[in-house]
């Protein structure tokens, strides 16, 4: 008893700061609460609790950001398509299989990517509707198994280079139907217990405090800020993901696990600063007044 109601703690304040940040950046609640989370409560409990709560979270996205859906529903579209399948067959998976190896796949392969989205180098990709269904497919597959679909869509959209608005509408859109969908095949699958709609309990007032938070701090962030403080903090959960998959499934021990993200963070912190004293310096620069008050 005393260790569940510990766990419904954890998931309370954990829940908070991660939809805090999703309220900020249009994603991340479930990057952040499924790696935490999962040290108390068994994937097949909170995977069904959390789906619900994202379908809320990701409607509230949505609603921010409607001035854009009309730009964002023809990037939407095509990984859409590529979800429905995608979704199905991570939903079986979830019922016969353990989702770590799928993990380990995709944190190996999307962590040097973001890592040089996050040192500013993007290749906008020109056939983006092609490259989407094979998209919405692989992330189908992740959130059905896992609730974790952020970090791939946001790696796609920041290299198309989409502005902070449209970058939220189009992730929002996208994961309301994968929420929607996921939701309805947990159904038909039985995957809704009464031990996981018990977790929603603490879930839904950290979400009521953090979105709306969230929403107030990311106002006066320039885009090309907001698309360098989303890669690294896609780096710091993949990192994070990354680690914990490797214990998971026994491949490093607990120092060498740690280890890798301690790298990987150490990393990125170097990636921001470079970042914004390159930033200061240029504006000084454009501006010798201004260097000069400041001086």
């Known amino acids: 008893m005393a260790n569940i109601e510990s766990g419904m703690l954890v998931l309370f304040v954990v829940a908070l ?17 499924v790696p935490l989370a999962l040290l108390f409560f068994p994937n097949k409990v909170l995977s069904p609790a959390l789906v619900l709560v994202e ?46 190896v799928l993990k380990l796949c995709t944190y190996i392969v999307l962590l040097p990517l973001i890592l040089s989205q996050a040192a500013g180098y993007r290749r906008p990709i020109r056939a ?45 859109t996208v994961r309301v139907v ?8 947990y159904w ?55 680690a914990r998959t490797f214990l998971e499934l026994g491949l490093l021990g607990w120092s060498g696990a740690y280890s890798i993200w301690g790298a990987v963070v150490l990393f990125d912190v170097y990636l921001l600063y470079r970042y914004f004293v390159r930033g200061r310096i240029a504006s000084s620069v454009a501006d010798p007044a201004a260097g000069a008050t400041i001086a």
């Open 128 to 172: 983006e509707r092609a490259a989407g269904l094979p998209l919405g497919f692989g992330v189908g597959v992740l959130y059905s198994t896992t609730t974790i679909s952020g970090p791939p869509l946001a790696l796609m959209f920041n290299n198309q280079g989409v502005d902070k608005h449209e970058f939220r509408a189009a992730l929002g």
């Open 55 to 100: 379908l809320a979270i990701n409607s509230w996205v949505v609603a921010l950001n409607r001035e854009r859906l009309a730009a964002a529903r023809k990037r939407a579209i095509p990984i859409v398509i590529g979800l429905v399948p995608g979704v199905l067959t991570g939903s079986y998976l979830l019922t016969s299989a353990a989702p770590a």
């Open 17 to 33: 700061f991660a939809a805090t940040v999703n309220g900020a950046i249009g994603y991340g609640f479930s990057s952040l609460t």
């Open 188 to 242: 038909v699958l039985g995957l809704f217990s009464s031990r996981s709609m018990h977790l929603v309990a603490p879930v839904a007032p950290a979400v009521l405090l953090g979105l709306p938070l969230g929403t107030y701090l990311i106002r006066h962030i320039p885009n090309e800020t907001f698309r360098r403080v989303c890669m690294s903090f896609d780096a710091w959960i993949v990192g994070f993901g990354l």
């Open 178 to 185: 994968e929420t929607v969908m996921t939701a309805l095949v």
